[in-house]
């Protein structure tokens, strides 16, 4: 008999079917990197202030940052994460139908695999959770950058004509650049020199031998104008014209486009009518004022050409322009010019009409100037009634309209009296040829030497050194200097020292320094920091004897030097290097009396020291700087587009 061998299927055997497949869960939503401004903003107000930036694992219910998981996506602790799609893991065994057979049919059979969680990272507080995501993305920013299309490739630089420097000379160009302000750890200078100092006087002297500035150093020498304003001129004068092509490139040295004449574009010829028309009617506002300056410095024909350009278009222009381009007409201003500015008396603006007056008032045979000059006039008066002559004053009594027209401002500022404001203007204004024929044909010094009746002196020598000034009258500047030893002098006096070191500038560089020596040698140096200011460079050997005689008396009296330090700060720059010789015998540490203050003495020897290190290496500078050989060729000029100064 035969035996069947086929199982029956058992009511166990029968309710084991293989269990459908389960929907995957959907992965947890990446949250989006936060953005580098939202962590500078974090990190500038800090953590405490500022909560985290989305995208920096939130921290969790005890206030402490959650940590990134190896998946990219933040995950609590105790936190596990769903298993990966079967195609995401390669190299994990896949079930086959063996397997799953045998799970179906085996009662305890295991679940599928599941990726083991990553080890527990230690938590991290929000301000190292807040470092850690500025790395991240700083490491982003500079691998994320997708390729662009190409550029077209810029035109090459201009060449640049002028001798290349010496060796020497690059050399310490390249130190003079790479020095940075200030000392390591905020101490104190010491008896090193500040080279960014001496910086000015190497283009200056650079400038002056017409040397062309290397191509390596020009990043670092535009960098060194962008931080500091008074470099610029100078700067870019020895830059030439490869800094103009650099700050085309970047936006960080556009000032230089800015500081050069019409953005650093050339200009068209002055024998070209037509395209100097074509200029002044579509090219940008630097250029037209550029042309305009251009036009003005080349010759009388040129100069009427720029006057009949301005008055076609002066209608038609901004207020803030037409401003700019009057300012343009102090360049070769003359007796021609004055139909136009009196025509500009009457314009829109106030500010145009305030520089359209003072350009009349320095022509002295003006129409402005002869009404200025009779209002003055009318105001002061010599009495001949009492024992000495003397000057009385009679200030206006209202500002009228036909002084507003010519520039009268008749609102004073705060703390100012009405009429003693509109006193000061018109005797600014007028001419000073008015008071010698005014006041019986006395010199200048003679009239400033008349007494002045109720207190109207200083009011009326302050105008008078203002009218100095802008007119460049050195005999009036002379009678109102004084003498140098006089007690007003360093007093407050009729003229102050700021009104003053003005008035000097109207002097010859010789005369300057002797009177400035002078007032040194009767006043010290408390004073004469701002009279130092306008002497020219290097100081004359008078003055410089002066100056080092001044600090050596202070350092005998025992004080501190930085209570001169404005002072020794301008010795380092402008003394004569020939000085040094002198200086050394103060360079020792003096023996210290009872009444010095403590340590003076070494003070002193530092700063002495420092004094003379500086003025030997410019002395080296000079010696790295000599003229340039004369060559047979063309002279090596520079370009018309950098002479900004």
Not at 268 to 279: G, I
Not at 351 to 357: F, L, S
Not at 359 to 370: K, R, V
């Amino acid at each position: 008999m035969s035996t069947n061998h086929s199982t029956q299927p058992t009511p166990a055997t029968q309710s084991a079917q293989p269990t459908p497949p389960t929907e995957p869960t959907p992965p947890t939503p990446l949250t989006p990197h936060p953005t580098w401004d939202d962590l500078v903003t974090a990190a500038l107000l800090g953590t405490d202030r500022r909560p985290l930036p989305p995208g920096i694992n939130p921290p969790d219910t005890h206030g402490t940052p959650t940590v990134p998981s190896a998946y990219g996506d933040p995950a609590a602790p105790g936190e596990h994460h769903p298993p990966a799609a079967p195609d995401a893991h390669p190299a994990l065994p896949m079930p086959n139908a063996d397997s799953a057979h045998s799970a179906s049919t085996t009662p305890h059979a295991p679940s599928a695999p599941t990726i083991p969680h990553p080890p527990q990272v230690p938590p991290k507080e929000p301000p190292a959770a807040l470092l850690d995501a500025a790395a991240v993305q700083a490491v982003r920013r500079r691998a994320g950058l997708r390729p662009v299309p190409a550029a077209t490739r810029p035109e090459p630089a201009a060449e640049d004509p002028r001798p290349p420097l010496p060796p020497e000379a690059r050399r310490r160009l390249a130190t003079l650049l790479t020095d940075q302000p200030g000392t390591p750890g905020g101490g104190r200078r010491g008896a090193a020199p500040d080279l960014m100092e001496l910086l000015p006087q190497w283009l200056a002297l650079a400038n002056s031998r017409g040397y062309g500035a290397p191509p390596e150093l020009l990043p670092a020498l535009l960098n060194a104008a962008r931080g500091r304003t008074d470099l610029r001129p100078q700067a870019l004068a020895f830059a030439g014209p490869r800094a103009l092509w650099l700050a085309r490139l970047n936006p960080d040295w556009k000032f230089a486009l800015r500081s050069a004449p019409g953005g650093g574009m050339a200009l068209p010829s002055t024998d070209d009518p037509h395209q100097v028309n074509q200029l002044w009617e579509e090219g940008l506002f630097a250029e037209r004022v550029a042309l305009l300056t251009a036009l003005r410095v080349h010759d009388t024909h040129t100069a009427r050409a720029a006057r009949a350009l301005l008055t076609a278009t002066w209608s038609t222009e901004r207020a803030e322009d037409r401003l700019m381009f009057l300012d343009s007409l102090r360049t070769g201003l003359s007796a021609e010019d004055e139909p136009f500015l009196e025509r500009a008396l009457t314009d829109r603006s106030r500010n145009v009409r305030a520089t359209a007056a003072e350009l009349l008032s320095a022509l002295p045979d003006s129409a402005l100037a002869g009404r200025m000059s009779a209002r003055a006039a009318s105001c002061v008066a010599l009495d001949h009634t009492s024992d000495t002559p003397t000057l009385t004053v009679e200030a206006p009594h209202e500002c009228d309209a036909a002084m507003e027209r010519d520039g009268v401002v008749p609102k004073p500022p705060n703390g100012r009296g009405e009429r003693s404001w509109w006193l000061g203007q018109l005797v600014e204004s007028a001419p000073l040829t008015t008071w010698q024929s005014r006041l019986g044909n006395r010199t200048p010094a003679q009239i400033v030497a008349l007494p002045v009746a109720d207190d109207w002196r200083s009011e009326l020598h302050a105008a008078w050194c203002r009218a100095a000034v802008r007119q460049r009258d050195a005999l009036w500047s002379r009678a109102l200097l004084g003498t140098p030893a006089s007690p007003d002098a360093a007093g407050p006096g009729a003229v102050s020292l700021a009104e003053r070191a003005k008035l000097l500038a109207s002097l010859p560089a010789a005369e300057r320094a002797d009177w400035v020596a002078g007032f040194i040698a009767a006043h010290g140096l408390s004073e004469a920091f701002q009279l130092l200011g306008v002497c020219a460079v290097p100081w004359a050997e008078p003055l410089g004897r002066a100056v080092v005689d001044s600090l050596n008396i202070a350092r005998d009296a025992g004080s501190y030097p930085w209570s001169f330090s404005g002072v020794m700060g301008l010795a380092e720059r402008c003394l004569d290097p020939a000085e040094a010789v002198r200086l050394e015998a103060l360079t020792a540490v003096p023996d210290e009396t009872e009444d010095a203050s403590p340590g003076a003495g070494s003070y002193w020897s530092e700063a002495f020291r420092r004094l003379v290190t500086t003025l030997r290496l410019r002395e080296a500078i000079r010696t790295e700087l000599p003229p340039p050989p004369v060559t047979n060729g063309p002279s090596a000029t520079l370009p018309a587009t950098v002479h900004g100064e």
